[in-house]
């Protein structure tokens, strides 16, 4: 046995060279290093959760100015406590959509990571806690805080991804966003994520070229609800 076996068998760690890492396996020396963009200078957390997403970058991208948006009391306190030990990151209480305006949804408390603004996708259990919550568009909020780039924009929303995207049209068209991390479902059966295609149906047109599939989630493959991350990267970062 080679030692780089015998490595993966006493620790459970898998070895790899890293320059011949697969694409799609390590998110941020794709961007850093094998796109050849350097690091992230601001990054938008969109359905930010209790502060997941925040920690993730902020160990790998220390650097990064991060805007994170979580609409949901309970979690956004836990996201505000996170952001504290963090320099560099801005909490948002509000989610982003097509449009301001406000909108009440049923909660899962235990479960916070499937809380959605799709009607169709909240808790429809009797007793499931109503809050309301606040809506503004990604545009607004870069206007009013003179943000005229994004580096990294991170949709993680539970299908409501293309809301987020169509109030961020002018971002969009604008050539303003160097990548789009996004959470996709696959099969028509995965009724929670934004299908993949309906992704790059929209954000063709707008500049943006598939890259590669992160974070593959295929516990439940066979019932067509496996899921993961899709990372677009704009033309005018690497015009031909």
Known sequence: ???????SKITGYWLH???TLPIGVDLFYDINDRL??????????????????LNWVKHHQPAATLHSFEPVEKSF?????????RPGCTVVHTALGAEKGSMDIKLF????????????????????????IQIIRLDSYCMANNINRIDLL????????????????????????SFI???????????RNTRFKELIHFLEPKGFLFYALYQLDAHEWKTGNHLGNALFVHRNIYPS
Request: glycine fraction near 10%; charged fraction near 25%; charge should be negative.
């Open 77 to 85: 306190l836990k996201l505000k406590a996170m952001a504290l030990k």
């Open 17 to 19: 060279k890293t320059t």
């Open 154 to 177: 991170k949709i993680d929303t539970e299908g409501f991804e293309l809301e987020v995207l169509q109030g961020a049209g002018k971002m969009l068209d604008d050539g303003s966003i």
């Open 36 to 53: 050849e963009f350097g690091e992230l200078k601001t990054v938008f957390d969109v359905g930010a959760n209790e502060g997941q997403t």
């Open 109 to 132: 408390e235990e479960h916070s990571v499937l809380n959605s603004l799709k009607p169709g996708l909240m808790n429809h259990e009797v007793n499931a806690k109503t809050e309301t």
């Open 181 to 191: 991390y996004a959470e996709v479902g696959f099969q028509s059966q995965n009724t």
């Open 1 to 7: 046995m080679n030692i780089k076996k015998l490595i």
